[in-house]
């Protein structure tokens, strides 16, 4: 918990925005956080024991981290590190009651028929939202749901996952309300994730007319969430291995999600995979 | 399905090495797939119908994909596009059944203690298997769960997770038979990703008295795996972000786990947060 006392009118807001446990780690005052009463004597001492924060930086995470910073604390009780190791010895348990040899037939090898792009965020938990099982979804998950073509982290992944898994499905999986997206559209220096959020204000870009016309805010930020997922969609269908793969095989088919976390709900955003691929063929084709 | 014959003795050596519902997709013989008898005569329908793969590319994807290629058709009924709508409609329906307001609550913030960076591999399910719950896990999985200081990707997932989310813990979770270390250490080009799979074999190097004195290739590879896990983990630690954020908060602590998939178990390799940070802030202290 951090209680802050706003730089202008000097008023205990009592932004409870980090709710973990440690609780009172600093006051925020005039323009820095203080440790406590006797910070202004013991600024070094407190500088380490609390962490000191320029406001203007706690207003960056507050917008960064999707309105983290509410007036009351409704985070969940989180899963301790001890708890991890118990409900991993739960868990096995529970898939050898099933299946006596599920771990020795599971680690032979691995055949996903899905690869699923989606993003970091804690909330949007890819296989458990799918109900898919161990084996059956390769992952990756970035901030943003990106495809970038320098990134050799992505490429990397859509690479194996086409020709050496051959995947049948390739999902790009956004969600509302998404932080990253959020904080692409703010007006902020965010040292190295710049150039990686920049890749939203692309999307903005190309979409600007429909985006500018949306005059409700949410529902803007909702169209750009959407939008994202569909320009990401079609950075894999611009890659050669996508486009090779499909012309030998019909596969790999790619979809476009997004998950409402309002309502738990995997919306397809229906993107016409074959329409679009021979649409961008128009300047993409590579075979 | 694809039934190989070999080249070297031309036997039929029926390798059910793409076990998918399509089937038969090809016979690979001599050096060449072909696509059925007529394929001699018919080249060009056979290369689209049917997929044409020179015979070391099979090789590439028997090697690479972790044993993929195997005699025998072990591999469990894949998921439909369809069942994964009808399970998270029973997901949903399970989750409100516990608790009425739960994507509600979800849908306000994320504030997750842990960052997770581990293997796209589809068998390591990040939060099932540590059976955490949407909102408590930020994940990054990347093929061989690298952490590359020139990698936007996954410093921009470290940096927001550090400075914004403020997590306690990150976690780097390799597993033994990972298909990425393998391929690392195969001789074979692998085109986009020789520089992405280049930082385990610069592992290797670091190790190579360690690991050379190993005799028994499978311990070997296990070691690998352990040993790249650890080389993540202290690249995390090289990091600005993490020595300045401990330095003030004391978090977040870094911990490399292996996921035995023959077993399931989390395996907690112990490293020392610490005292790994001391030793490397002899070179790499930022702060």
Redesign the interface.
């Known amino acids: 918990m951090i209680i802050g006392l706003r730089p202008l009118d000097g008023v205990l807001s009592a932004n409870y925005w980090?709710?973990?446990s440690e609780s009172l780690?600093g006051i925020f005052f005039g323009n820095h956080f203080a440790g406590g009463e006797n910070s202004i004597q013991r600024p070094f001492y407190f500088?380490?024991k609390?962490?000191?924060v320029p406001f203007w930086k706690c207003l960056?995470?507050l917008s960064?981290?999707?309105?983290?910073a509410?007036t009351t604390d409704?985070?969940?009780k989180?899963?301790s590190?001890e708890?991890?190791?118990?409900?991993?010895?739960?868990?096995?348990a529970k898939?050898k009651a099933t299946d006596a040899e599920?771990?020795?037939?599971?680690?032979?090898?691995?055949?996903?028929?899905?690869l699923y792009i989606g993003c970091?965020?804690?909330?949007?938990?890819?296989?458990?939202?799918?109900?898919?099982?161990?084996?059956?979804?390769?992952?990756?998950?970035?901030?943003g749901n990106?495809v970038?073509s320098i990134?050799?982290?992505?490429?990397?992944?859509i690479?194996?996952?086409v020709?050496?898994?051959?995947v049948?499905?390739i999902i790009v999986c956004g969600h509302y309300?998404c932080?990253?997206v959020k904080a692409a559209m703010t007006q902020e220096d965010m040292?190295?994730?710049n150039?990686?959020?920049r890749n939203i204000r692309d999307v903005f870009r190309i979409h600007k007319e429909e985006l500018h016309a949306i005059t409700d805010s949410k529902k803007q930020f909702d169209r750009l969430v959407e939008l994202n997922v569909r320009e990401q969609c079609i950075n894999v269908i611009k890659t050669a291995a996508v486009q090779k793969q499909f012309?030998?095989?019909g596969y790999p088919i790619v979809?476009g999600w997004v998950m409402d976390?309002?309502?738990?709900?995997?919306i397809?955003l229906q993107i016409d995979f074959e329409k679009e691929l021979k649409g961008i063929q128009e300047i993409y084709r590579l075979i």
Chains 1, 2 share one sequence.
Do not use: C
């Open positions: 980090n709710t973990r780690k500088l380490r609390f962490k000191i960056n995470a960064f981290a999707g309105m983290r509410l409704n985070s969940p989180m899963i590190y708890k991890i190791f118990e409900n991993n010895a739960e868990w096995i898939k599920f771990f020795e037939k599971l680690a032979i090898d691995q055949n996903p028929d899905y970091s965020d804690s909330r949007v938990t890819a296989e458990e939202m799918m109900g898919a099982k161990p084996g059956e979804v390769f992952v990756h998950r970035n901030i990106l970038v990134d050799v982290n992505v490429m990397s992944v690479n194996y996952a020709n050496y898994l051959q049948k499905h309300n932080g990253g040292g190295i994730l150039p990686w959020l012309i030998h095989t979809h976390i309002k309502s738990g709900r995997l397809d």
